[in-house]
């Protein structure tokens, strides 16, 4: 059923020199075909023309004659039965609401696997993210370099403010991946510093401030890391994964040994400007 | 005496001042005897889909030509849309050339698969060989470029623009032999790993006629000075990586080299910059008129620095670092400018990190009257702004939106961008190429199809509402050459009632839409003229008929289908009976 449909609306007419030739919309049906046979004892030969040339000019171009708007609209909406199309409502991404086109395709099995999402790009999860492939259209060469200079710090860049990395990171032509921030500790007055990329978790992390301001591992437990965000305010480290500390770890303007109990719902110690190596 | 009459020679002095090729083959149509004499004196053939027809083909129609320019991959390729090994081999052109064009000069391609094979066979059998470039090509590594270097004795032009280039170790560049003195234009600014710079710094000192050099990252800033010092005629150059140690003698040694250079109009590269090194360049700035910008990662203040100083400015590549402010100085200072490319710093981020908005773009289509080329990724847009531009600029003729996020609305009225693009295409008569972004309903289409009359290239993401929108398109723009639609929801009926609109387009792609394997089927049937492609890398198509085909791709050809179809490629259509050659 649909086939014949679909071999009613097929509109076929090739191009021609010899004939006058609209294509026309959707009530151009096959009976109205024909082969086009070229003249020419060389069958390709104006057909090649098109094929050399940033331009082709294919004589007899297939453009509608009806030259109104309106009549084209019209014919338009005649065969395409315009209130049946099922306007799908605007989405936010599009691997949801295509299953309507295939109502009789519900909940097959077999569906289950990545062929199934009707129309769907892939999503990736690569270093870039969780993106959909080829979305946005930037190229390959491009997304390299991107990654390149992330991992220079100062790669990032804050509104208008001076970075430090502009000065500081590049010289000597040598990638720093070093990320060092300072660390204070409440209630002691000398501040640390360390270096971030050398820990890949937040108890390794700890452990070692914990050692490094002398306390006993017991009373780790009362401590607890925190960090300023660009935006000045205190987060709690553990809330953030790991891999979102390195990434922006730049944003870390200091670590804070928090005790539990003190009443002060900030360390009360002087802000420093990162210090980034 | 009509001109029927004329002598053969005398025709063919006429034909030599016809270059474009649309009045080439308008020409070969007149009549019989025009196209004889025409096909003799044809020296240079542009195909655009290597697809399209075949070597052989080309050759013995066309049997003088003196340059080759083809194109292989669809344009998505360069976004990962195309799996790998889907094809666009260059190496039987190659082969049929080695034999039909002995003396071919000049060699262009894009988006191609070219192996070392290729270009040792070039090298071999082409004695004139002159000008190769390979843009966006993949799949040869240093030794072919080895072979180039060593056997093409008249090479003025190698460039390898993004290229991906295979590097085992190996010093190709000292395989220049002493005696080449030719070359005009070297492009390695794709290349990964380091050249010998020795190597380098003796070609350059050699070539007295070179004109554009684009050194790749590995080349210190150090070096650079040395090497403008040698060639101050340059007029084209690419730095490599633009940072080092801080210290005043490096600085005055670059700035005084670059002060040498009386010549030069174009400046790319600026990998890693310190911008303490930018005011190196300030003496060249007045005569710039190119300005690639795009891997510099520096923000507005200094880019305002440098671009303030080029009020010759035709063309910038930035990255939004820039800003609007930096685009509001662009404005203000570069009244010469054509085109600008405004690149995402951060284009996985959920957040925007740099002030950039339609703000920016506005304020260059007020204040650069000569803008036609736009590419601009940005996070939100309005129609506003987009009436404003169009009515601005009404001699656009490409314009690339990108906004980030996908159908992503009009940030102040939460409506599609239907009427934004509308006025884009209504007012800019001249507009050949367009890329759409944001909310988009049917509605655009139909814009689209209304006033796009010169649109040759449309590129289409998450937009649309039903067939109908791709139909406006299809049966509207009479100048369409490329459609390329990703993720629309776009179906059988728009294309089959459209078919004979694919004959006049180079191609047509088309992912994640909802075109059924039944009409590709019976679209490849009915049109013998077309290649339908579907490509699906999780087996066959027909296996699943229910689903929509994950990736099309449509193009007129008249070689049929072709023989180097990867697994995951399916022609779907019967033999045509129409092959030829």
Same mark, same amino acid.
């Given at each position: ?277 | ?222 070096? &650079?000075?040395? %090497?403008?010092? $040698?060639? #101050?005629? *340059?007029?084209? !150059?690419?730095?490599?990586? /633009?940072?080092? +140690? ?56 200094? &880019?305002?620095? %440098?671009?303030? $100083?080029? #009020?010759? *400015?035709?063309? !910038?590549?930035?990255?939004? /670092?820039?800003? +609007? ?257």
């Amino acid at each position: 059923m649909i086939h014949m449909m679909m071999e009613l609306q097929l509109g076929l007419a090739l191009p021609s020199i010899a004939t006058t030739h609209h294509v026309r919309g959707f009530e151009f049906d096959l009976n109205n075909s024909y082969v086009y046979e070229p003249k020419d004892s060389d069958p390709s030969s104006w057909n090649i023309n098109s094929y050399f040339g940033s331009s082709a000019s294919v004589p007899g171009k297939c453009s509608t004659t009806n030259s109104s708007n309106g009549n084209k609209k019209r014919s338009c909406d005649d065969a395409f039965d315009y209130e049946q199309v099922r306007a799908v409502p605007p989405r936010t991404l599009p691997l949801f609401n295509w299953n309507s086109r295939y109502p009789d395709d519900e909940d097959d099995p077999r569906d289950l696997d990545n062929n199934s999402s009707f129309g769907s790009n892939k999503t990736v999860d690569d270093e870039d993210g969780v993106h959909v492939v080829g979305w946005p259209p930037i190229k390959n060469w491009r997304k390299k370099l991107c990654h390149q200079q992330h991992h220079i710090p100062g790669g990032r860049v804050k509104n208008n403010q001076a970075v430090v990395a502009n000065n500081g990171s590049a010289c000597g032509g040598r990638q720093s991946n070093s990320m060092y921030v300072k660390v204070k500790m409440e209630g002691v007055a000398i501040a640390r510093k360390i270096d971030l990329t050398l820990y890949d978790s937040f108890e390794t992390l700890t452990n070692t401030l914990i050692g490094m301001f002398g306390l006993w591992l017991e009373d780790s437990y009362d401590y607890q890391l925190t960090y300023q965000d660009r935006e000045g305010d205190w987060l709690i480290a553990k809330d953030v994964p790991w891999s979102f500390e390195q990434e922006y770890s730049w944003t870390l303007v200091m670590l804070a040994l928090q005790n539990f109990h003190s009443n002060s719902a900030t360390p009360q110690f002087v802000q420093e400007r990162r210090l980034i190596h | 005496m009509s001109y029927s009459s004329l002598p053969e020679d005398v025709l063919e002095h006429v034909f030599s001042f016809v270059q474009s090729d649309k009045d080439r083959n308008v020409i070969s149509l007149v009549c019989k005897s025009w196209y004889e004499i025409e096909r003799w004196c044809r020296r240079r053939i542009f195909v655009g889909n290597c697809y399209a027809v075949s070597p052989r083909m080309a050759i013995r129609r066309f049997p003088e030509v003196r340059s080759v320019e083809l194109k292989g991959k669809p344009h998505f390729a360069d976004f990962n849309l195309v799996p790998e090994g889907w094809g666009g081999y260059v190496y039987p052109w190659i082969r049929a050339m080695a034999g039909g064009y002995p003396w071919l000069e000049e060699l262009k391609l894009k988006r191609m698969v070219v192996t070392d094979e290729s270009l040792e066979l070039i090298a071999k059998s082409l004695k004139n060989f002159k000008v190769l470039v390979l843009s966006s090509c993949e799949g040869f590594s240093t030794h072919g470029l080895a072979a180039i270097a060593a056997d093409c004795k008249n090479l003025k032009e190698l460039d390898l623009w993004e290229s991906d280039v295979e590097d085992p170790s190996g010093n190709w560049l000292s395989k220049f032999p002493d005696t080449c003195t030719s070359l005009v234009s070297l492009n390695i600014a794709c290349l990964g790993s380091e050249v010998s710079f020795s190597a380098l710094e003796r070609l350059v000192v050699r070539c007295p006629n070179l004109r554009t050099l684009r050194l790749n990252r590995a080349v210190p800033l150090e070096k &650079l000075a040395h %090497l403008l010092r $040698q060639a #101050p005629q *340059l007029v084209e !150059l690419g730095t490599g990586t /633009y940072s080092a +140690d801080l210290r005043p003698d490096i600085f005055s040694n670059l700035a005084g080299a670059f002060s040498g250079c009386k010549e030069l109009k174009s400046l790319s590269g600026f990998w890693d910059v310190v911008p303490a090194y930018l005011p190196a360049v300030y003496s060249v700035c007045s005569g710039l008129t190119t300005l690639n910008l795009s891997y510099a990662t520096i923000q507005s203040p200094d &880019l305002i620095k %440098l671009v303030s $100083q080029c #009020p010759k *400015l035709q063309c !910038l590549w930035v990255l939004d /670092y820039i800003e +609007d402010s930096g685009l509001e100085a662009l404005a203000a200072t570069c009244k010469d400018l054509r085109e600008l490319r405004v690149f995402p710093s951060e284009p996985f981020g959920d957040e925007p990190n740099v002030s950039l908005t339609e703000q920016g773009l506005v304020l260059v289509s007020e204040g650069c009257p000569k803008l036609e080329s736009v590419l601009y990724f940005c996070r939100r847009m309005s129609n506003d702004a987009l009436v404003t531009i169009a009515k601005n600029r009404p001699s656009m003729i490409r314009f690339r939106l990108c906004i980030i996020d996908p159908q992503t609305p009009d940030y102040l009225t939460l409506e599609p961008l239907d009427v934004g693009f509308g006025a884009i295409v209504q007012h800019c008569k001249d507009l050949r190429r367009l890329s759409l972004s944001g909310l988009l309903t049917d509605r655009v289409f139909e814009y689209i199809g209304t006033y796009a009359k010169k649109l040759e290239m449309l590129s289409v993401a998450f937009a649309g509402e039903s067939d109908l929108g791709l139909h406006h398109v299809l049966s509207g723009c009479d100048s369409l050459r490329k459609l390329e639609i990703m993720d629309c929801p776009f179906g059988d009926k728009a294309l089959l009632a459209n078919a004979a609109k694919l004959e006049t387009m180079r191609s047509l792609w088309m992912s994640s839409c909802s075109v059924s394997f039944e009409a590709c089927k019976l679209l490849g049937q009915k049109m013998p003229r077309l290649n339908v492609e579907v490509i699906d890398e999780s087996g066959p198509p027909d296996s699943r008929p229910e689903l929509p085909v994950k990736k099309l791709y449509i193009y007129r050809t008249v070689t049929g289908r072709r023989i180097d179809m990867p697994g995951f490629v399916w022609n779907v259509g019967e033999d045509s009976a129409l092959r030829l050659s």
